[in-house]
């Protein structure tokens, strides 16, 4: 994939440039489909700037396995440009958003669900002074999420996975218990979808007869 050429074709926002990033869109659709519990590794994400549509889908998608049918967006425009404003992320250049922007609604998108955005702050700068480049942190962090997801769907525990990415420290179990309770929270409710499905289900089966 030439991505210096589809650089150039998005910031002159042609037809083509929309095509590929659309097919980028469908991928990480087609992927999450599956619900195989897999968030886009630092080197999967888009590498060059984005615009805030392009920005909210990639974030949706990615987001998108750990909702129910029905659900509003995790993350909006509004609450893009909110976050911006208390600087919780950095701001747009040019109205561009790059990888980075991407990283942070992901797990802001995640961790919000558990802990207020003072504490994902906290928590983000703690993973950033360990691990100063972005793309370890964010790795390591999405290693941590598949594993809790794994346990609360699969029953497979995360002592059983390799955790040599994960080093046993105070800050590697602030996260995986984050991570945890988000899991359990996403069991839950889909649970309690399923069941409440499969009973309106059963209601309309006994109309029937």
Request: aromatic share 10%; proline share 5%.
């Given at each position: 994939?030439?991505?210096k050429?589809?650089?150039?074709?998005?910031?002159?926002e042609?037809?083509?440039?929309?095509?590929?990033?659309d097919?980028?869109?469908?991928?990480?659709?087609?992927?999450n489909?599956?619900f195989?519990?897999?968030?886009?590794r630092?080197?999967e994400?888009?590498?060059f700037?984005?615009?805030?549509?392009?920005?909210?889908?990639?974030v949706?998608?990615a987001?998108?396995?750990?909702t129910v049918?029905g659900?509003?967006?995790?993350?909006?425009?509004?609450?893009?440009?909110n976050?911006?404003?208390?600087?919780?992320?950095?701001?747009?250049?040019?109205?561009?958003?790059?990888?980075?922007?991407?990283?942070?609604?992901?797990?802001i998108?995640?961790?919000?669900q558990?802990?207020?955005?003072?504490?994902?702050?906290?928590?983000i700068?703690?993973?950033?002074a360990?691990?100063?480049k972005?793309?370890i942190?964010?790795?390591?962090?999405?290693?941590?999420l598949?594993?809790?997801?794994?346990?609360?769907?699969?029953?497979?525990?995360?002592?059983?996975?390799n955790?040599?990415?994960?080093p046993?420290?105070?800050?590697?179990?602030?996260?995986e218990?984050c991570?945890?309770a988000?899991?359990?929270r996403?069991?839950?409710?889909?649970?309690?979808?399923?069941?409440?499905?499969?009973?309106?289900?059963?209601?309309?089966?006994?109309?029937?007869?």
């Amino acid at each position: 994939m030439d991505f210096k050429k589809m650089e150039y074709e998005l910031s002159a926002e042609g037809a083509e440039s929309s095509r590929k990033a659309d097919a980028y869109l469908d991928s990480l659709r087609r992927r999450n489909a599956k619900f195989e519990f897999h968030l886009p590794r630092y080197s999967e994400l888009i590498p060059f700037p984005i615009y805030m549509s392009q920005l909210l889908n990639i974030v949706d998608s990615a987001l998108e396995p750990f909702t129910v049918p029905g659900e509003e967006k995790i993350i909006t425009k509004a609450m893009i440009n909110n976050y911006v404003q208390k600087k919780v992320i950095m701001p747009p250049q040019d109205k561009k958003y790059d990888r980075s922007h991407i990283i942070h609604l992901i797990v802001i998108g995640i961790l919000k669900q558990i802990i207020t955005i003072e504490e994902i702050t906290q928590v983000i700068q703690m993973q950033l002074a360990k691990y100063p480049k972005i793309s370890i942190a964010y790795n390591f962090f999405c290693i941590a999420l598949e594993d809790a997801l794994n346990s609360s769907f699969n029953g497979i525990s995360p002592q059983d996975r390799n955790k040599k990415h994960r080093p046993p420290t105070v800050l590697s179990e602030i996260i995986e218990s984050c991570v945890m309770a988000f899991s359990n929270r996403v069991y839950v409710r889909k649970a309690l979808y399923m069941s409440k499905a499969s009973e309106a289900a059963k209601k309309i089966n006994g109309i029937k007869k």
